[in-house]
């Protein structure tokens, strides 16, 4: 089982749609949670971290469910240039090595 | 913005090469970790250092792989020799290694390597 697994998508959208991405990870030790994007033959770029109570970066929420090991992104009123890779990542101890999920891809047209 | 430069972008070599790539952690950061992306397997960590010391290369085939820091400011990572499964982009990150919050790490743009 992988450590970190999420849908594959790809999500096609409109501009404008609300979307949804989950992730579940298998270690219980872990202790930090982030998304992190990559465009098309980019290196992956940090979008937010993730912490127990929910946080929102404007359109962007993040929950995390430590008991059901669960990590959910929301991204509201997509945009075009929303369209990318959407990673979820764990890490054990801080300044351990990040471990990412295979991504999930979004496509916003309009 | 402070920035993760690693080179080269791109490299094309013939089987049985011997390939370096090479990185430049940001100023300050004493945590440096390599990454290799496919599409079959997508980021898999290689290896990782603190403070230049190796902390964890499990996930580096130890035959033909080999990642130092010869210094704070340069990591490399050297195949030798190369076989064409290892074509994948490279990329290299660092981070502070201390502290708590939850900060993550600042990826390289990656060196992409194709074996023929």
Redesign the interface.
């Known amino acids: 089982r992988k450590e970190v697994e999420q849908d594959p998508g790809p999500f096609n959208v409109p501009e404008g749609a609300t979307v949804a991405f989950n992730c579940t990870y298998s270690n219980s030790a872990s202790q ?3 998304w ?1 994007r990559q465009d098309c033959r ?5 979008l937010m ?3 127990s109570s929910g946080n929102e970066d404007g359109r962007f929420t993040a929950q995390l469910n430590r008991a059901s090991q669960y990590i959910s992104l929301l991204i509201r009123d997509s945009k075009l240039s929303d369209s990318a890779t959407y ?1 979820c ?1 764990v890490r054990g101890q ?2 351990t ?7 999930t891809t979004l496509s916003v047209s309009s | 913005d402070a920035r993760v430069t690693q080179t080269p972008r791109d490299k094309v070599t013939e089987m049985g090469q011997e390939v370096t790539m090479r990185c430049q952690p940001i100023l300050g950061h004493n ?1 440096v ?1 390599w ?1 290799r992306q496919t599409m079959m ?3 898999e ?1 290689l290896a ?1 250092f ?1 403070n230049r010391a190796p902390l ?1 290369d499990s996930g580096m085939p130890k035959d033909r792989f080999s990642a130092e820091m010869p210094d704070a400011t340069l990591a490399t990572l050297k195949i030798q020799p190369s076989e064409p499964r290892d074509s994948a982009v490279y ?1 290299c ?1 660092s ?16 060196t992409r390597l194709t074996v023929v």
């Open positions: 930090s949670f982030f992190y980019k290196e992956p770029k940090l971290s993730v912490y990673l990542v801080a300044g090595a990040l471990i990412f999920g295979k991504g | 945590t970790f990454y397997q997508g980021l960590l990782y603190r964890d990329f990150a981070g502070p290694g201390q502290g708590g919050g939850h900060y993550g790490y600042t990826f390289g743009s990656g």
